[in-house]
């Protein structure tokens, strides 16, 4: 049985739509990112978990008990706030067992899981420190271990590492994964950044204007976007418009050229999505579907790579990548010469 | 670093200004003479003169009870207005509200000292009471006047701590009463400190609104030194400004340092 | 349960704030009556009585009070922004470690005591105070001058009773200033003194209105310092409605005189209360 059910959920601010029918289910010891632009509804959604927002209609079920009257506090569930919401007038040990007073653990045994958590963290020596003497990595780390020490089967995490500057954020994500593994709690973490979203989750679930667009494994998603807004958030495909040219390939004007999939692109597609990195530059003209060719307008180096703008022959502008090992890549202004595989090519529903 | 000199001129003048009189003053409330340039030698006589009048003594003993009911009854009532302005969503009435709440604020004396002793006549030719003004009716007007000036200090400090503690706190299994005992009250301590203080200023300096609410049976402080000082200077008022200073400078570092100790113990609020 | 926050202090405003106002000017439409107390408030038999409004209007004594009163209050306003404005400089340009010392010292002598305060300046202006007792040592008066009781003396004691209600806001909106600001100017091409009168003069300005309005919102209906410094012809609104009340019990003239002065400062109280919202 699934941990947490959402069914139906309707959330409205005013005249714009939090939450529109959302249905979602989280599944024990699953580690699900919910990815969005801002307003997607995503916070809203973490919001009518933890209890803070009240749904208008749907419901919402915990390991199969619809919670929606229970207040927040008497939620099995803990929540890590995106500016983390140290108390600051409580040390680090304060703020930790803070939710274990409230539950009137003993005090020999509040202790002992204090400074359990505060290992798990790795913050020994900082329990009597005052939240405004720490770092934002350490605050972080307080905010997981006070939202951690009260053992919840459901942990929501509200942009954790948003606060973090990059180069601690890959590695406090890590360390993220492997305290879900370690204490097996269901994560449900909002982002806004497909990298943090793909490298962390088992599932990614994508929200668009508080609808749930796609749920599925990460490479899944990656690989296969069923939408463009799916396509053009996660790794920047190209989202190429067009018709389907009733023979099962898509005519796209764009490229001046017919694309094909793996299969015959059935009646319903809007569109194709095809990864920069997945087109490949060609000596010479190809014939035929899946090639065309342009005039690189800007080049960009990358580091592992270097990205080309190509304006197409049909006057689309494609994102196409050049990887270092296939040479220098071509100057501004030459005419480069496109093709992709079939397998490259994803019709797109909406 | 050019203008420096002209702006610590302007200052050094307005504090002296502000200081020489009162200072002046106060270091002859200790002469045993009366006469200005003339120091009649170091003398306690206008302190125990003061410490003699028995009406003096019984007004200050009167206002400070006011003072100290007025001054808490501020900090609730002006704590739930400010927690209501900061943290009440929209209600209905919501600018009324606010409108009432500031309008203390900018009354004059006279003003808000008739409009409340109207009230409590047409409040007693009703109800019977207050059948007698006095140190009731002083508390109640001060204490309207003090919950405007502590509703505030509240509001603002509520402003700036951020309501996510309180989410928070419940997350963490606090009910609303709970989290509000256990993480808004301690982060608001200081500002209803500081919003207590001044309502209790407000009340031991205020003569106007005090003059008119009252009735024979409740004279304070400033009434009494108001009426000395329409008849003249005596040099128990300077002695009294003595009196005051000290517990004010007293009252006022205690205050700093309690701050800076809180400041220690606790960083500064979010 | 849950609304009880929000009820009682509700209930107090309406009981301790807008019933009193309502009351106030209910009776300045009423007739004065004989016996406790001494009105009868409108409708009960008699009607409105528009006569303490007409007396304001007609009466050129009253008129000159309230003109007294904006004057007065006009004048300590200007000079309280004009010693406010150096010294809100100097706390801002002051060094870190001094600035909590030097706003103490502007802000205790609010803690000394409004009345004492006002004591010392009796004793510094009266024939045989500080200023007349030098004046006749160094021979240059031969009487002494009469300072207390004066036009001079009561702006005096207004100024240096207002004077920190005006160096506050000047500061705080002088500390908010980025000094980077004048740099800027100064990168430009502006001195000193000009990048001075070009951008942290204007930028100041909402900080100057709003000190004034807060000097003279409370002066136009003080009744103290007129009454304790002040020469007898000082009769300003606030020393008028208070003589109306406790000498003549006139009441429904008093209220009356109430009401114009509420009418009086709406406009100055609005535009206060909108410069503050705007920060």
């Known amino acids: 049985m699934a941990l947490l059910s959402l069914r139906g959920l309707v959330k409205r601010f005013g005249d714009t739509v939090a939450l529109d029918h959302l249905d979602l289910d989280v599944a024990p010891g699953e580690f699900l990112t919910l990815l969005g632009g801002s307003g997607s509804g995503k916070s809203t959604l973490l919001r009518v978990v933890a209890g803070f927002e009240t749904a208008e209609s749907g419901a919402v079920l915990l390991e199969g008990r619809d919670i929606a009257a229970v207040p927040p506090h008497a939620r099995p569930l803990n929540m890590m706030f995106q500016s983390y919401a140290l108390f600051p007038h409580l040390s680090v040990a304060g703020n930790v067992a803070y939710g274990l007073k409230r539950d009137d653990v003993p005090r020999a045994e509040r202790d002992r899981r204090v400074a359990e958590a505060l290992a798990l963290v790795r913050l020994q020596g900082f329990e009597r420190r005052l939240p405004y003497r720490l770092s934002g990595g350490q605050k972080q780390r307080v905010a997981l271990a006070r939202a951690l020490v009260k053992r919840p089967r459901l942990l929501l995490l509200d942009e954790p590492l948003g606060a973090l500057d990059a180069n601690l954020r890959e590695r406090t994500g890590f360390e993220l994964r492997a305290l879900q593994r370690e204490t097996g709690a269901a994560f449900i973490m909002v982002t806004h950044d497909q990298n943090e979203a793909l490298a962390l989750a088992d599932r990614v679930a994508v929200l668009e204007a508080g609808r749930l667009v796609q749920a599925g494994p990460p490479r899944a998603v990656y690989e296969r976007p069923a939408t463009r807004f799916v396509a053009g958030f996660l790794g920047g495909a190209n989202v190429l418009e067009g018709q389907p040219d009733g023979a099962g390939g898509f005519d796209c004007p764009g490229l001046a050229a017919t694309l094909r999939a793996e299969a015959p692109v059935d009646r319903g597609t809007a569109a194709c999505a095809l990864r920069p990195e997945r087109i490949t530059l060609r000596p010479s003209p190809l014939a035929g579907a899946n090639a065309s060719q342009g005039v690189v307008e800007e080049v960009a180096f990358r580091g592992d790579d270097s990205l080309l703008l190509v304006r197409a022959a049909g006057g689309a502008l494609l994102r196409v990548g050049h990887a270092e090992e296939d040479g220098a890549p071509p100057p501004r202004g030459s005419t480069v010469h496109l093709a992709w595989e079939a397998a490259a090519v994803v019709p797109l529903r909406g | 670093m050019r203008r420096l000199p002209v702006a610590a001129l302007g200052l050094a003048l307005g504090l002296l200004f502000l200081w020489l009189p009162v200072l002046l003053l106060a270091a002859y409330a200790f002469s045993d003479a009366r006469i200005p340039f003339q120091w009649g030698g170091f003398s306690l006589r206008w302190f125990a003169a003061l410490a003699a009048n028995a009406r003096l003594i019984e007004a200050a003993l009167l206002s400070l009870r006011v003072a100290c009911g007025a001054a808490t009854l501020a900090v609730l009532l002006g704590g739930a207005i400010g927690w209501v302005l900061a943290r009440r969503g929209p209600f209905r009435g919501r600018a009324l509200f606010g409108a009432l709440a500031g309008t203390p604020l900018v009354l004059p004396d006279v003003v808000t000292g008739l409009s409340l002793l109207l009230f409590f006549v047409l409040l007693e030719g009703i109800t019977g009471w207050p059948a007698e003004r006095g140190a009731t009716t002083i508390l109640l007007a001060h204490a309207t006047i003090g919950a405007a000036y502590v509703a505030v200090l509240v509001q603002a400090r509520l402003a700036e701590i951020a309501p996510e503690l309180e989410d928070a706190a419940r997350d963490l299994g606090a009910s609303p009463p709970v989290a509000f005992a256990t993480i808004t009250l301690p982060l608001l301590a200081p500002s209803l400190v500081a919003g207590w203080l001044l309502a209790f200023t407000l009340s031991v300096d205020d003569v106007v609104v005090a003059s008119f609410v009252s009735g024979p049976a409740g004279t304070t402080l400033p009434m009494v030194v108001f009426s000395m000082l329409r008849l003249g200077l005596t040099p128990e008022v300077n002695a009294l400004a003595v009196v005051i200073l000290v517990l004010a400078a007293a009252l006022l570092a205690a205050g700093a340092l309690a701050l800076r100790l809180a400041r220690r113990r606790r960083g500064p609020a979010i | ?279």
Not at chain 3, 154 to 176: D, E, I, Q
Not at chain 3, 189 to 194: D, H, I, L
């Open chain 3, 1 to 279: 349960m849950r609304r009880l926050p929000l009820l009682l202090p509700a209930l107090w405003l309406a009981l301790l704030v807008a019933v009193p106002l309502l009351v106030v000017v209910a009776l300045s439409v009423s007739f004065p009556a004989e016996g406790i107390p001494p009105f009868a408030l409108p409708g009960r038999a008699e009607g409105i009585n528009g006569e303490p409004f007409a007396l304001l209007l007609e009466d050129p004594f009253y008129r000159d009070a309230f003109l007294g009163a904006v004057l007065v209050a006009g004048g300590t306003g200007l000079l309280c922004l004009g010693l406010a404005f150096p010294m809100a400089l100097g706390l801002v340009r002051a060094a870190p470690r001094w600035r909590p010392l030097l706003l103490a010292l502007v802000l205790l002598p609010f803690w000394t005591g409004f009345l004492p305060r006002l004591g010392a300046w009796i004793g510094l202006l009266r024939d045989e105070g500080w200023i007349n007792t030098l004046l006749l040592g160094l021979g240059w008066i031969a009487a002494p001058l009469p300072l207390l009781y004066s036009w001079p003396a009561l702006f005096l004691g207004m100024t240096h009773a207002y004077l920190p209600f005006a160096v506050l806001p000047l500061y705080a909106s002088l500390s908010r200033l980025d000094p980077v600001l004048e740099e800027a100017a100064a990168d430009l091409g502006a001195t000193g003194p000009v990048a001075f009168l070009t951008v942290t003069l204007p930028l100041a300005l909402p900080g100057a209105a709003a000190a004034f309005l807060l000097v003279f919102i409370p002066a136009a209906g003080e009744y103290v310092i007129p009454e304790l410094l002040g020469p007898p012809s000082a009769q300003l609104v606030g020393r008028v409605l208070w003589g109306e009340f406790f000498q003549n019990r006139d009441w429904p003239v008093a209220a009356a005189l109430a009401v114009a002065l509420l009418v009086m400062l709406i406009i100055p109280i609005l535009l206060f209360q909108r410069l503050e919202a705007r920060r």
